[in-house]
């Protein structure tokens, strides 16, 4: 029979597996069960609408040791596979479309591929030399899949009575680094099962050798093989909070939702009431490698009196919660719903409801009493509570806005806007912000020098959707939120105003000059009361978007050029001033070369691209000249 090639990255994981030097190779054995019993799953669902998928035997997963062979065999009667099944399932790997998949693979970090994408059925390949899969589905002809690995894989058809999957592992032979004899021991094969399955919930069996007075005799013993069932098969969720350890917690979290890292909080509860149901909902403490691309499956486990319903139940939670991994367990919904019924469901809202009102509170409870923690889920997953306010024209505001944390010039922490209004100062009626690309750069904007310089407080925008969610909030408690760059400044005192009012008339020909340089980029040219060491900044007009919006508008592939208009802002303060003031009396060119070569500047400190590089460097170069004559 002609070998079958494996698909390129699937050869390339094999590659990676049989060339494994990872240490956790034992993580095998929880796989294959892990398939075990999803395919036990699979076949108690059908059998729901289909008799024949009923079992005479209970539904199980058997374990198998043959010390003369060596070999360990895993096999279930769950759904099994046909022959396509075998082809599609076996010869390729599931992940190996997406493109973090390959990326991986190239730059051959076996880890991250082990704990990112979980392997599945190749980590056999880490133990075993050969493998073979017999398997047969319902009203289908049985086959038997073989491979050595690299080679590739035969498949041929066989008179299989049994439904399900067996696959046997030949083991490797022991190396000076590697013992791959103890997956023939017995014990340890039962350890294995205890430390990552102990919650299947079908019976992990497997014969084990026990010694026993002979019957009928005193001093005579015989030993028996007993059928033993390895696992407590108590689903985690339903067991006792006070019995389980937050390393049981964590080791479920990482076997059922494929992380290599601990959850960053686990919350398990279980409620009675118009809708009963047990949880256990995770906050995992990194961004799921595909959480920003379509790939990405949101949604709850849904199982009913401990038996699985459907994975990915996105119903179950409100789109700006779909970091939370977890599952949901209730009686109340029967157990062959389909995911249509579910979403017209009224006990589906009420769970809903009450699902969102916990994780909210579990949120609140750790921005209270674990602030950095909170900070660090805020990090990976504020922006999903910050596009929740956006959507849906700002529905969810008020449900979310107590959850925000913005960065502040206030000890440079993170504060809540609950923190921000109680420090307002008197007479403070607005929530000030200022966006950039990051802290360090909006703490050198020019826009809000003042501000700082008079002990506001400023939140510092580094998330483009930051802006864009306020502006769906409008206010927080009454407070308007005000950004420090636009044009009007509510912070000035009548003095200020005064003042700054006078020098815009005295110098009126001297900024109408410098706007008409400028040529139709700005608005106008003004007088600023908002800088300190700075000569000039930019300013949004009020109405209309802003810079950052711009900035952002103009990164879209298609769509809205539209552009902010600006005013040019000038420190009277400052030296470049007087310059420009003196210089206005003797050369009217020289202003307007000046004035070019500032709002440049100016453009360069917001982050814009400058309209003509070499325009200004041949400026400058000028200038320099100048300077030196
Ligand atoms: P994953 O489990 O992540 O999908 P695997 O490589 O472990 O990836 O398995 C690939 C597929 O092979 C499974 O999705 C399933 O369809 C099939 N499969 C594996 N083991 C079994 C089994 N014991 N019974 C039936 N189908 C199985």
């Excluded at 059928?227 to 479920?252: A, G, Q």
């Amino acid at each position: 029979m002609a070998k079958k090639q494996f698909k390129t990255e699937s050869k390339k994981l094999l590659d990676l597996m049989i060339n494994s030097i990872y240490t956790n190779r034992e993580i095998f054995l929880r796989e294959l069960i892990s398939n075990a019993s999803d395919a036990l799953d699979k076949r108690h669902y059908m059998s729901l609408t289909d008799s024949s998928y009923n079992s005479s035997d209970p539904l199980h997963v058997f374990l198998e040791i043959n010390k003369e062979e060596r070999t360990l065999s895993i096999e279930d009667n769950g759904i099994g596979m046909d022959k396509e099944g075998l082809e599609t399932n076996l010869g390729t790997i599931a992940h190996s479309g997406s493109g973090d998949f390959k990326q991986q693979l190239e730059s051959g970090n076996e880890v991250d591929i082990i704990g990112q994408f979980g392997v599945g059925f190749y980590s056999a390949f880490m133990v075993a030399k050969k493998i073979i899969v017999d398997t047969k589905q319902v009203g289908k002809p049985g086959y038997r899949w073989i491979s050595e690995g690299q080679d590739g894989y035969q498949i041929e058809e066989t008179d299989r009575e049994k439904v399900g999957t067996k696959i046997t592992l030949y083991l490797r032979d022991d190396t000076e680094d590697v013992n791959y004899s103890e997956y023939l021991d017995s014990y340890k094969v039962e350890l294995l099962v205890k430390k990552y399955s102990d919650y299947i919930r079908y019976p992990i069996q497997m014969l084990v050798e026990k010694t026993q007075p002979k019957e009928g005799s005193e001093d005579e013993y015989e030993t028996v093989s007993e059928l033993k069932t390895l696992n407590s098969m108590v689903p985690l969720w339903r067991r006792n909070k006070k019995d389980i350890t937050e390393e049981d917690y964590n080791s479920f979290y990482k076997t059922k939702f494929y992380d290599w890292e601990n959850p960053l909080k686990t919350i398990h509860y279980s409620l009675e009431g118009n809708v009963s149901y047990k949880a256990l909902l995770y906050i995992p403490s990194r961004i799921p490698y595909n959480f920003y691309s379509k790939d990405y499956e949101a949604g709850l486990q849904l199982y009913s009196k401990g038996v699985f319903v459907m994975d990915h139940a996105k119903d179950l939670i409100p789109d700006y919660y779909s970091f939370v991994r977890g599952l949901i367990d209730t009686d109340d919904v029967s157990l062959n719903i389909s995911r249509e019924i579910l979403q017209q469901n009224t006990q589906l809202q009420t769970l809903r409801k009450s699902i969102t009102k916990k994780i909210k509170s579990a949120l609140v409870d750790m921005l209270i009493k674990e602030r950095d923690k909170y900070e660090e889920f805020f990090k990976n997953f504020g922006n999903s509570l910050k596009y929740g306010i956006y959507q849906d024209y700002g529905i969810n505001k008020d449900e979310l806005k107590d959850l925000l944390i913005f960065p502040s010039s206030h000890e440079d922490k993170y504060v809540t806007l609950k923190e921000y209004k109680e420090r307002m100062k008197e007479g403070q009626n607005e929530i000030f912000y200022c966006t950039g690309s990051s802290i360090e750069q909006i703490k050198r904007q020019p826009q809000i020098e003042k501000l700082l310089a008079k002990g506001y407080e400023v939140l510092y925008f580094i998330n483009e959707i930051d802006e864009f969610s306020v502006m769906m909030m409008r206010d927080y408690d009454g407070k308007q939120f005000k950004s420090a760059q636009k044009a009007d400044s509510s912070i000035e005192t009548e003095e200020e105003k005064q003042k700054k009012e006078n020098l815009q008339k005295d110098n009126q020909s001297l900024l109408n000059d410098m706007k008409e340089a400028l040529n139709g980029k700005v608005s106008d040219v003004r007088i600023s009361s908002r800088l300190e060491s700075n000569p000039v900044c930019l300013v949004a007009e009020d109405n209309g978007i802003s810079m950052e919006m711009e900035k952002y508008l103009s990164q879209l592939p298609e769509g809205d050029k539209a552009k902010a208009n600006k005013i040019l802002e000038i420190n009277p303060d400052h030296e470049i001033f007087k310059v420009l003031q003196n210089a206005y009396q003797k050369d009217e060119s020289a202003v307007k070369d000046y004035t070019n070569i500032l709002y440049q500047q100016a453009l360069l400190i917001e982050g814009f691209p400058v309209d003509d590089p070499v325009e200004l460097a041949n400026k400058i170069c000028d200038l320099i000249k100048k300077a030196s004559n």
